[in-house]
């Protein structure tokens, strides 16, 4: 197969070339490369051909949650975002905390058109109270743990659980969110809040416990990695932290950095999303935190729930809303970074938290893994929910152009989506 025409762009720089690829990797980069015989060609002009891009945060459902989406419709949704890997949250019913439950995912994930990766519960039942068996997990290929969906309470547990973590060469990812504070609260507290009579979850319930967790990796010498972050405390608070050499890492998801708490006005239950959508001033310090290296990776935090649910009152509407297929236009519109910066953002920085840079988000040459995307910036579309790959609806981008898109997506050697159209 070769990629004709495009501008390659990886962490190595920018330059005009044909990729060609053989047998899973790829074979040659360069210009005016001689077309092997019978081989696929894809139009890669006008486009940036760069690594896959890599999530480190999606929930995939399954097991326990199938009617809104499959690990298969799940990959489906990332391939069309220009993703080759994301990292499936273990917060399923049952929830990944043992070895045989990643097993299931590995299995599940084993013939999708996207790289499955399973990031393993920190506690028994995500329950906060015991540790899970991380290192017969680790023993499997787990790099990421996190009780995703909720923050790990018990600061001697948390102690624990990263000295333990630290001794397997794992990374720890926490939910930021003290229970009791953010107790009852249903969006931001503030002046929207407020305006709505809804229940309001303060930025210090996050705040709190990114501080906190950046004592114990002080403490124990361990890395930790922060979900989701949505406040411009805890971006100030993670900054300070990197300044003083630790081993700290950090992401935000796409409508912390594009929404406001003010769309919670329609009271649509599509805008409840946890940590809340959040104020001005914290999307302006997000965007920031991601324009300076203060935070790492985009991570879509891509939450799928059947219409039913979301069409509950919004104090009982679960939260949550998709991702994977409008995150890499959302970064390219919404930033006002350069491509480069937004690949980074999306695929290598992300890939290395995730212990996946050997596979995926590494330099496009000869001999790398050809897990790759084809970006056509300049494309627009409209986001119709009922066009998305995933088996939920729960879009807040609804009827919203954008302009960006992955044109083609190449795993392991195999083109997975080719013009914007899945092939599997």
Not at 132 to 150: N, Q
Request: net charge negative.
């Amino acid at each position: 197969m070769v990629l004709r025409g495009g501008t390659v762009v990886d962490e190595t720089g920018s330059r005009r070339a044909d990729v060609v690829v053989a047998d899973g990797v790829v074979a040659a980069v360069g210009q005016q490369l001689e077309t092997p015989r019978g081989a696929t060609v894809l139009d890669a002009g006008a486009c940036v051909v760069g690594p896959g891009l890599v999530d480190l945060h999606a929930h995939l459902r399954e097991p326990g949650d199938e009617e809104a989406e499959t690990v298969e419709t799940g990959a489906r949704a990332a391939a069309l975002g220009g993703y080759t890997a994301v990292v499936a949250m273990p917060n399923t019913d049952p929830p990944i905390d043992s070895a045989g439950v990643v097993r299931e995912i590995l299995e599940l994930g084993a013939g999708a058109c996207c790289e499955v990766r399973p990031a393993g519960a920190i506690t028994r039942g995500r329950a906060g109270t015991a540790l899970a068996p991380l290192a017969e997990m680790a023993a499997l290929g787990v790099r990421l743990f996190t009780d995703d969906g909720a923050g790990v309470q018990d600061s001697r547990l948390m102690r624990r659980a990263l000295e333990y973590a630290s001794s397997l060469g794992v990374t720890l990812a926490q939910h930021c969110e003290d229970a009791g504070l953010a107790a009852g609260g249903h969006m931001h507290e503030g002046e929207w809040s407020s305006r709505l009579g809804l229940p309001g979850v303060p930025s210090e319930a996050e705040e709190l416990m990114v501080a906190r967790d950046i004592a114990l990796s002080r403490l124990t010498g361990a890395p930790v990695h922060f979900l989701h972050l949505s406040t411009a405390g805890s971006v100030a608070l993670v900054r300070a932290a990197k300044a003083d050499g630790l081993r700290v890492s950090a992401e935000a998801a796409p409508h912390h950095f594009c929404l406001t708490a003010a769309a919670v006005a329609s009271y649509d239950p599509v805008f409840k999303v946890n940590p809340p959508l959040r104020s001005d001033a914290d999307v302006a310090a997000v965007r920031s935190g991601l324009a300076d290296g203060t935070i790492d990776a985009i991570a879509t935090d891509h939450a799928p729930h059947p219409p039913e649910a979301k069409e509950a009152p919004f104090d009982q509407a679960p939260p949550g809303m998709l991702g994977l297929e409008t995150a890499l236009p959302l970064a390219l519109g919404e930033l006002g970074l350069p491509v480069g910066e937004v690949l980074a953002l999306l695929s290598w920085r992300p890939a290395g938290i995730a212990g996946l840079a050997g596979s995926h988000g590494g330099p496009v040459r000869a001999g790398a893994p050809a897990n790759l995307c084809v970006v056509d910036p300049s494309a627009t579309w409209v986001v119709d929910p009922d066009r998305l790959a995933s088996r939920s609806r729960n879009t807040p981008y609804a009827g919203r152009t954008l302009t960006g898109r992955a044109r083609h997506t190449v795993l392991r050697g195999e083109p997975v989506v080719i013009d914007a159209e899945a092939q599997r």
